[in-house]
């Protein structure tokens, strides 16, 4: 991808129900991504141009009352937004 702008969409539906209950397609029964290795996959992306982000289909009626899918909601932007602060950091001239 070189220097290209990168936008990522992290959809929340694809980390595994324990980690996030309050999605729009929860899909009890089948393992989804842990948070561990989701942020493992966005600080491979490393050295990237990401331009933005966004994080989809967080339901925070559905959510648990100890918020954990916000929470892990909250730790993915954290990633894309470090991610950009980081190429930004690197690439200065």
């Known amino acids: 991808m070189g220097d290209a702008p990168v936008y990522i969409t992290f959809d929340m539906d694809s980390l595994d ?4 209950p309050g999605v729009s397609n929860l899909e ?22 990401v331009v933005g982000g966004d994080v989809v289909c967080l339901m925070p009626t559905k959510d648990s009352p100890n918020q954990i899918t916000a929470m892990n909601a909250m730790v993915v932007m954290f ?14 001239k």
Do not use: H, W
């Not at 129900?17 to 996030?20: E, K, N, R, T, V």
């Not at 990633?79 to 950091?89: G, P, Q, R, T, Y």
């Open 28 to 49: 009890p029964g089948y393992p989804g991504i842990r948070i561990g290795e989701a942020v493992r996959m966005l600080q491979g992306l490393r050295g990237l141009n």
């Open 17 to 20: 129900p324990a980690d996030a």
């Open 79 to 92: 990633e894309m937004v470090s991610l950009m602060a980081d190429f930004i950091a690197t690439n200065k």
